[in-house]
């Protein structure tokens, strides 16, 4: 069966702290992304990654990096938190093909930024 | 760039009522089209998709025609179920001249669902 899996389904941290949000699927995909989910404005991409060490910015990449060592790992990190980040984080993959692939998702990380 | 716009909500409706979320897209490429769903607590997953005009994706009763004339993408059910109350998200998936895309999907702003017994 499909997964993906988030580090945290909760987590509370504080202005300016360095946080890293984890992401592992159990697929084989190549491609994995993050998104952020805000009541009203829908999912927007962050960052996404097609392959190993490599990552392409997204609509909104201000105020995070992402890393990715390995292949079924993505990481997202936000350098100095802030409160404007206080959001849904959602993690995806999918696999590398021609014609667009089904993104699976993750059950999300709501980040709190006090 | 590429958007989705999807109606207004929250929907509330009674159990067996006829549904239907409007989607309409701007694209400039050959987009494909998704809807995805959001049960409570949990991440979302795929409903349907339809990769060319005039394709119907069909999926659980929902169903979606790929309209290019219209550029819309409408979700209908003809009878929901308390079950179905759940957050709905409309998407496009654009392929670049060469065919590719890595994926990268564009999102409406979600409608919630909620159904009542």
């Known amino acids: 069966d499909v997964k993906v899996t988030q580090s945290s389904r909760y987590l509370v941290k504080r202005t300016g702290e360095k946080v890293f949000l984890e992401c592992v699927q159990d697929?084989?995909?190549?491609?994995m992304f993050w998104y952020r989910q805000d009541p009203g404005l829908g999912l927007r991409l962050i960052y996404f990654?097609?392959?190993?060490?490599?990552?392409e910015k997204g609509d909104i990449p201000e105020g995070y990096s992402v890393s990715r060592e390995k292949k079924e790992r993505f990481s997202l990190i936000l350098e100095s938190a802030s409160t404007n980040q206080t959001s849904m984080y959602l993690c995806?993959?999918?696999?590398?093909?021609?014609?667009?692939?089904?993104?699976?998702f993750g059950p999300g990380t709501r980040l709190l930024v006090l | 760039g590429d958007s989705v716009t999807q109606m207004e909500g929250p929907v509330t409706l009674s159990e067996e009522a006829f549904l239907t979320i409007n989607c309409t897209y701007t694209?400039?490429?050959?987009?494909?089209l998704f809807w995805y769903v959001q049960y409570p607590g949990e991440g979302l997953q795929l409903l349907l998709k339809?990769?060319?005009?005039?394709d119907k994706g069909s999926n659980k009763g929902f169903e979606a025609t790929y309209r290019k004339e219209t550029t819309s993408f409408h979700l209908e059910k003809g009878s929901v179920q308390v079950s179905d109350s759940a957050v709905y998200f409309c998407?496009?998936?654009?392929?670049?001249?060469?065919?590719?895309?890595?994926?990268?999907?564009?999102f409406g702003q979600g409608t919630i669902l909620t159904v009542h017994p």
């Open positions: 998407a496009l998936s654009e392929r670049n001249a060469g065919g590719t895309s890595y994926g990268k999907l564009t």
């Open positions: 339809a990769t060319k005009a005039d």
């Open positions: 697929m084989d995909h190549e491609n």
């Open positions: 990654s097609y392959d190993v060490k490599m990552k």
């Open positions: 995806a993959s999918s696999l590398a093909v021609i014609v667009e692939e089904t993104q699976y």
């Open positions: 694209a400039t490429g050959y987009p494909s």
